[in-house]
């Protein structure tokens, strides 16, 4: 989650301890806000030295992510360590690892814990899911948004390269549920943030938009997904996945129709 791409670690290192804020600013600053600047640069600073922390949060190209981390851990009250860990960047939007964000939702004390109803058999056309929990001051179950299998299908979930609902989609429909749950009844909590799996959806769907309209990049992990089906498992082709992403960049596009299936019995 690095928000520079400078290479030189002795300029960054300069930047950082002198031109995040520029002097003059700095000056202008009542003495408490220059001072919790001032310590919240230090302490994203020995955040970035440390190994335990994630690698895009490590060294001086990731000092500006550790400030951000901090203030998101400031305002959630959360150890700074937790929110690193289970903060991601995907198509360049900072977003949630789902576990994470029922984790907050369990322990927020306002509710009782996520809990979810199925109906149908999964991957079924008939199977559905929703997130639900009881508010402990009212005693008022809140049912969240059903999840079926029109909708996955509807959304372009289903189809995108890669896509984990074919081979999890129990697992992906509860993921999936509880981020709606946490919207609707505790948007606080997720900042605004989406969980992971739904920008990387979001992302995939996106490329249905009319060709030419606008490019869409895949992520390298959905890339790499994408290579995996047409050379190991054999499962699709290269024109097959250029033609579900029509808005590819030209250049994915040719990395894409170099790709073949290696038979390993031949």
């Known amino acids: 989650m690095s928000l520079t791409t400078d290479n030189n670690a002795a300029e960054l290192v300069a930047e950082n301890q002198a031109s995040i804020t520029p002097p003059q600013q700095l000056a202008a600053l009542p003495d408490a806000a220059r001072e ?7 302490q994203a600073k020995a955040y970035s030295s440390s190994p ?38 995907v198509q360049g939007r900072p977003s949630w690892s789902s576990t994470f964000l029922v984790s907050c939702v369990n322990a927020c004390g306002r509710f009782t814990a996520l809990r979810y109803e199925e109906r149908g058999t999964p991957g079924a056309d008939d199977f559905a899911v929703r997130a639900w929990a009881e508010e402990k001051r009212t ?15 509807a959304e372009g ?3 995108k390269s890669g896509s984990k609902w074919k081979t999890m989609p129990e ?11 946490c919207r ?5 909590i997720a900042m605004g943030f989406h ?18 309209t606008m490019t869409v990049r895949l992520s390298p992990k959905q890339m790499k997904e994408a290579q995996y089906e047409v050379e190991t498992m054999g ?12 808005n590819l960049p030209e250049d994915q596009k040719l990395l894409i129709a170099t790709w073949e299936y290696k038979d390993s019995a031949a």
């Open 171 to 181: 697992q992906m429909s509860k993921y999936r549920a509880a981020a709606f749950w």
């Open 36 to 42: 919790a600047w001032e310590l919240l640069q230090r």
């Open 235 to 246: 499962k699709t082709t290269a024109a097959e996945i250029i033609e579900r992403n029509p």
């Open 157 to 159: 979930w289903l189809n």
């Open 139 to 153: 005693g008022e179950r809140l049912n969240g948004t059903w999840i079926t299998w029109d909708m996955v299908k």
């Open 52 to 89: 335990l922390v994630p690698k895009d949060y490590q060294g001086p190209n990731g000092m500006g992510s550790c400030i951000i981390a901090l203030d998101i851990a400031q305002r959630l009250n959360m150890p700074p360590l937790m929110v690193m860990q289970n903060m991601y960047v």
């Open 195 to 212: 969980t992971a799996d739904e920008v990387e959806d979001i992302a995939a769907t996106t490329s249905s938009a009319p060709p030419g």
């Open 184 to 188: 609707a009844y505790a948007p606080e």
